[in-house]
Structures are given as C-alpha cells and as structure tokens.
C-alpha cells in the first residue's frame, strides 16, 4: 500500500513552520500574485527561499503556487516572477492556465507541476491530455466521486491529488464570478471576498431599500454557502483508490487550524498505513475537527452529487472554541513563554494540543508577564509566561471553550 502525501497549506513563514511541526508531508504557498489566495499574507521570495530551506532541511516538499487566470497584461510580469523565483528550489509549482504552464516550461525547464483543481480535472481523457502536456500531478476537481478517482488511477499514469478538507466554494472548483461583479474583487485572480459567505436580505422591487430579513437561524442567513469539506472517515477508501497526495484547503486560515487539521490528518493517515485491519476513524479525531471553527461538514462529492444539496449549503461558521496562544518557547522547570493571540484570564480552563493526538487540560491560576509580574488577564499580541504541570513544545496550540 502507498501511503499519500499529506499536503497542508502555508499562508505565510508561521503557517509553514505550523503544517511541518504537525507532520505535513509538503507545503504548498504563494507568492503576493499570481495564486489565487493574494490576500493570505503570503511569501517574498527571500521569505520564499528560507521557508523552502526550512521545509528541506526537516525532509518536507515545498510546491509554489502560480494558479490564477491572467489576462495579457500579466504575462511580461509573469515571465519576470518566474525568473526571479527560477534559482528557489522548489519541488513544483502548481499551476492552472495553460500559458502559464508553457511559460514555466520555458523559464525552468524540468521543474515538475502539479495541475490545479482550477483546471477542474473530472474524467481520465483529461488527465490523460495533461499527463502527455508533462504534468506531473493533477489536483482533480471537487467534483470527482471516489468512483471516478479510482478510474483515473487505473487509467493513467499521472499521480493524483485529491483535496481531503477544507471550505468549497458553491461554484466549479472555484470557477466563480460572484466576488467579481459585487466586490470588484476577481476570485481567479486571488482575490476573492468571499461574498457567497455574506449575509442577505430581500428587497421586493418596487420598494427598493426596504429589507427584509431572511432568517434562516439566529445567525442570518447565508443562501450561498457551502458547508465545509471533511473527508476524514473516508481515509482508507481514498488510500484504496490509488491516490498520490491528500490535500487540506486553507492558505488564509490561521496556525490553530493549520494545526488542528493536519496532526488529525497525520494521525488517520499514518494509523491505518500502519494496520489498515485493525484500523477505525475515531470519534475524537472527528470531534477535535469540530473544535475549530467550521461551516458544518459535507462529504461534498466524494460519494456521488449530493442528494440534497440544501443540506450542503446555508451553513454559518460553528465555533466551540477560542484560540487564545501559541507556545512559542520553553524553558527547564516547566515555564513556557505564549504569544497571546486572544485574552486570557486567570481562572480560564485552557486546552494545550500538540504534536500525536495530545491533548492537556490547565486550570490556569498564575500567569506573569515577562519580567514575572504577576497579571490577572493577558491582551491579544503580548507574551506571558506560564508554569505548566506538564511538559509542552514549542508550536503547542492553546485554545479554551468558548
Ligand atoms: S465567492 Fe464563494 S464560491 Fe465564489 S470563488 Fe469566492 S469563495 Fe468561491
């Protein structure tokens, strides 16, 4: 049996070191054009070429992602990013439109690419059209059943990936024009506002400024938004169909998810290569799932078109729990130094996750900055000092029920 690739995303530097720590086999990231997700913090190329150092040096594969639609005006530009980027090594870009893919070619030849699920990949003539283009990888689109996963396998050499977690848009693969016309905003040039996930009224036409609340639950109403992609209890049927690389969706979600996703992720995926027999999907991987915030979860296509699509949409954001730090160093004794992401209070019950499955519960009763004064509550974006009756690790992610 081929173990897959488990693939995270790296939003920027933190994200990356995040997905690596927590066991992410590649990473895949963007520069500030050209990928789809420009609004992620994303890399410069220095920062480009110390994350991939970084990757390489703890055995991890990095891939760039160049995957949007340009338009002409892009392309003496995107002939330049590439030439700047030819020297990083890279272990592949990931690309959608085909004359990037030829520009690519053409500025670094031999470097593999891997096939955006932009391209919307969904039967084996296509994957056999760019397997003879030289992809090496096609990210096939949202929209494959595993059926139709497990016929492309059979049929064509190429390797597959697959995307296992994360938000879906209500349109092909992403192929959508909604952020565009109400944003201004082209979600095919990696800048989509996300306006399927906004809140809507009625307005009856010959009353124009009158809303009407559409009340769908206490939250709003969200009438084009999709629940998320969760394809966890399925990881022995996508390691059955041949599949090279199993990827999470996220570049602009923060470290706590990036952390969250891929150790649970990690766990499955290494459990059942290990012993497929004696394997099952645990409720609690299941419900660490649900401990970070999410829309609901879709199996989305995986078994075949939803049935009920409604089921699939009008989903709000479900948050159980706060992300309130990061362990960002230890020292001997037990004391751990936290970046402070939301407040914390004296009194605060305090879940600590790493790497494994770990989890640590602390009723926190003393916390002091870092000249050891003693504070009753610590601000988003300071430093305190905890002294922990457990051990914990740099990257340890910190939440509390909310
Ligand atoms: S508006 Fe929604 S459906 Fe359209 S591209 Fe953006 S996230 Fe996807």
Redesign the pocket.
């Known amino acids: 049996m081929k173990k897959p690739e488990l693939l995270a995303p790296a939003g920027n530097m933190e994200k990356l070191r995040i997905a690596v720590h927590y066991g992410a086999d590649a990473v895949y990231l963007g520069g500030k054009n050209y990928g789809l997700r420009n609004m992620a913090d994303n890399f410069t190329p220095a920062e480009m070429a110390q994350g991939v150092a970084y990757a390489h040096a703890r055995g991890v594969k990095v891939y760039l992602t160049i995957n949007s639609y340009p338009d002409n005006s892009d392309i003496a530009p995107i002939y330049r990013y590439l030439e700047e980027l030819a020297e990083i090594p890279f272990d592949a870009y990931i690309a959608a439109d085909p004359g990037v893919i030829q520009m690519i070619g053409e500025v670094s030849p031999g470097r593999p690419i891997h096939l955006s699920t932009q391209a919307n990949t969904t039967n084996w003539q296509s994957a056999l059209f760019w397997q003879r283009q030289g992809i090496a990888r096609i990210n096939l689109a949202r929209e494959m059943p595993l059926e139709g996963i497990r016929e492309v396998k059979e049929r064509v050499g190429v390797e597959l990936e697959a995307f296992v977690h994360g938000?879906m848009?209500?349109?092909y693969s992403?192929?959508?024009?909604?952020?565009s016309v109400m944003a201004g905003r082209g979600?095919?040039r990696g800048e989509?506002?996300?306006?399927?996930?906004w809140s809507y009224s009625l307005v009856e036409e010959t009353r124009p400024g009158e809303y009407f609340p559409v009340i769908e639950d206490e939250g709003g109403t969200f009438i084009?938004n999709?629940k998320d992609l969760c394809l966890l209890p399925f990881i022995p049927e996508l390691v059955g169909s041949g599949v090279d690389a199993l990827k999470i969706e996220g570049r602009m979600k923060g470290i706590n998810y990036v952390a969250s996703v891929v150790r649970v992720y990690r766990e499955a995926l290494d459990r059942y290569c290990d012993d497929p027999a004696g394997y099952r999907c645990r409720e609690e991987w299941l419900a660490e799932l649900c401990k970070i915030s999410h829309r609901g979860y879709t199996t989305g296509f995986l078994l075949g078109p939803p049935r009920d699509l409604d089921l699939e949409l009008h989903s709000r954001y479900i948050r159980s729990h706060d992300f309130v730090g990061v362990v960002e160093a230890t020292h001997p004794g037990g004391a751990a130094v936290v970046a402070v992401r939301n407040r914390i209070e004296a009194g605060d019950e305090l879940e600590f996750i790493g790497r494994g499955m770990a989890v640590q519960r602390h009723l926190l009763e003393r916390m002091t900055d870092e000249e050891g004064t003693p504070l009753r509550m610590a601000h988003p974006n300071s430093r305190i000092i905890l002294t922990l009756p457990f051990p914990v690790e740099r990257y340890d992610i910190i939440r509390r029920e909310k």
């Not at 992403?174 to 952020?179: E, F, M, N, V």
């Open positions: 938000a848009c209500i349109s992403g192929r959508c024009l909604l952020s979600a095919n989509c506002a996300h306006p399927c996930r084009f999709s």
